[in-house]
Each structure stands twice: as structure tokens, then as C-alpha cells.
T-cell receptor, first 114, second 112 residues
């Protein structure tokens, strides 16, 4: 089945370390997104990309960077992790041909920064 | 800007009870509306959607109607099951960039 995968699924790291979260998709979608989920806050958009040459900041991009290596791959980096970046991170994709922007989510990466 | 407000959780019901989770939104134009569900340890899955006013989305016994006059998209199910225990997110998509905006989520627990 066409799918969205994320690695790693769980990660514990220390303050100041550089961390990369990876997302791959086999859906053939052009659009990809990174969200973080915090209890009581829902999902908030960090970055999104509408194609390989297009990167856009979301509402909470400070402290994060992204790389769209190919249509199928979209990585999120924390250059110097801090404890308040402890959260559940989700990657998602969508097909621009569907006007309603239905998004398909990966299983999530649980990141803990000590 | 666009925003979504959901009823506060957590919600705890007994099996076979009637469920309503309220969702209201603020948006310019004519957004598409969604309910996503997150089962324990999993990512979000689309539960249902509606793309224009008065549309009713339905799936797995859940329903929601796009009400433009009240800017609402309440989720309902007539008889819940233990397997419906999950976190439910209301979301909208609108504007040129078609980004999804989520509500804060409502945790639902169904007791046998």
C-alpha cells in the first residue's frame, strides 16, 4: 500500500544535540508537511513544501529547519535541541489535484529532549 | 486568520451512548472541513470530510454536517463502541495555500 513512513519512531536526546527526523512517502504526492503535537494544543504546522524547490515556514518554525531531498523525502532538523521541543512529530502528504487538501499522516516520531 | 475550536475533553461515555463532539470554526471564504481520528499509538486518520455548505460527511457510523450559518461541524454517532476510544480532531482547509488548521483535539473514552 502507498504509505507515509517516519524514522525514528522514538528518540531520546540531550539539550544541544542536533537531531534529524525523516519522512518518506510512496503516495506520489507533491505536498509534504511537518507538524508537532502537544497535549491540549492539537497539531501545529512547522514547515511545508509544495514541491522539491518550494519550502515554506509554518506557524512555529523557529528552532527547526527542513530539507526536501526528493519528491518522496522530507526531513526535519533540530539544530540544537531544547527541552520544550519534546513533542510528538508528524509528517503528512497531500495531492494538490484534490482541492480540499485532505492530508495523509505518518505514524509519528516521539521526541524527548532531556 | 482561520481557527477551529473544539469542545473541551476528555469525554467519557458508556458503550451504546450517543456522542456529540462540538466543533466551530472561523474562516474566510468557503473552507473544507474534516474530522481526523487518532487511535492510541498511531498517526491521524481521516474519519470524514465535507467540502461545501450543507454537505454531510459520514463514515463508520459517525456523521457531521457542514453548517455555514452557525459555522459548525459537530461530530455525532448514535451508539458508540469501546473501539471508538481515541482522540478526535476537527480541522479546516481554506485559502490559497490550503493549509490544514486543527482544533486542540478531544479525547474520547468509551467504557464497556
Amino acid at each position: 500500500d502507498a504509505d507515509v513512513t517516519q524514522t525514528p519512531r522514538n528518540r531520546i536526546t540531550k539539550t544541544g544535540k542536533r537531531i534529524m527526523l525523516e519522512c518518506s512517502q510512496t503516495k506520489g504526492h507533491d505536498r509534504m508537511y511537518w507538524y508537532r503535537q502537544d497535549p491540549g494544543l492539537g497539531l501545529r504546522l512547522i514547515y511545508y513544501s509544495f514541491d522539491v524547490k518550494d519550502i515554506n515556514k509554518g506557524e512555529i518554525s523557529d528552532g527547526y529547519s527542513v530539507s526536501r531531498q526528493a519528491q518522496a523525502k522530507f526531513s526535519l532538523s533540530l539544530e540544537s535541541a531544547i527541552p520544550n521541543q519534546t513533542a510528538l512529530y508528524f509528517c503528512a502528504t497531500s495531492d494538490p489535484r484534490t482541492r480540499n487538501n485532505e492530508q495523509f499522516f505518518g505514524p509519528g516520531t516521539r521526541l524527548t529532549v532531556l | 486568520g482561520n481557527s477551529v475550536t473544539q469542545m473541551e475533553g476528555p469525554v467519557t461515555l458508556s458503550e451504546e451512548a450517543f456522542l456529540t463532539i462540538n466543533c466551530t470554526y472561523t474562516a474566510t471564504g468557503y473552507p473544507s472541513l474534516f474530522w481526523y481520528v487518532q487511535y492510541p499509538g498511531e498517526g491521524l486518520q481521516l474519519l470524514l470530510k465535507a467540502t461545501k455548505a450543507d454537505d454531510k460527511g459520514s463514515n463508520k457510523g459517525f456523521e457531521a454536517t457542514y453548517r455555514k450559518e452557525t459555522t459548525s461541524f459537530h461530530l455525532e454517532k448514535g451508539s458508540v463502541q469501546v473501539s471508538d476510544s481515541a482522540v478526535y480532531f476537527c480541522a479546516l482547509s481554506g485559502g490559497g495555500a490550503q493549509k490544514l488548521v486543527f482544533g486542540q483535539g478531544t479525547r474520547l473514552t468509551i467504557n464497556p
